[in-house]
């Protein structure tokens, strides 16, 4: 019997832990403006990044990245640590790609110090 009420309890601790962190993600809104998906950047061309966040916590910081699908090198990373419930993102990246390479560009909100985070993607294409 005690057996049983300790399972029931662990399991009841691990439904509320799932829900909190749903609950967590959808308290945050990424409005990610630009690149457009799949828009098209040719050598020389500028990568504007242009997003809005908004959250009903205080998030703890992005990470923006351009990672290259064909060998997951990263062509651009900035990362910020502040301490704030909204965050207007203006970055721009200029593409010197040494080769033609489908792009993933990844917006990452640091939610918690624990890990817990909510991503945004974009997929580009970098012509050489």
Known sequence: MN?????????????????????????????LFQP???QTYNLGDT?????????????HGYELKIVSNTDDSVLFITEEHQHQKQYEIDKYWVN???QTTAATLILKMEISHEGDSKTETRTIQLNH
Do not use: P, R, T
């Open 47 to 59: 990568v504007f990044v242009n997003a809005e966040v908004k959250s009903e916590i205080e998030l």
């Open 96 to 98: 010197h790609s040494a």
């Open 36 to 38: 457009a998906d799949h």
């Open 3 to 31: 057996n049983k009420l300790n399972s029931l309890f662990l399991l009841f601790l691990l439904i509320l832990g799932c829900k909190k962190k749903d609950n967590v993600q959808e308290a945050v809104q990424i409005n």
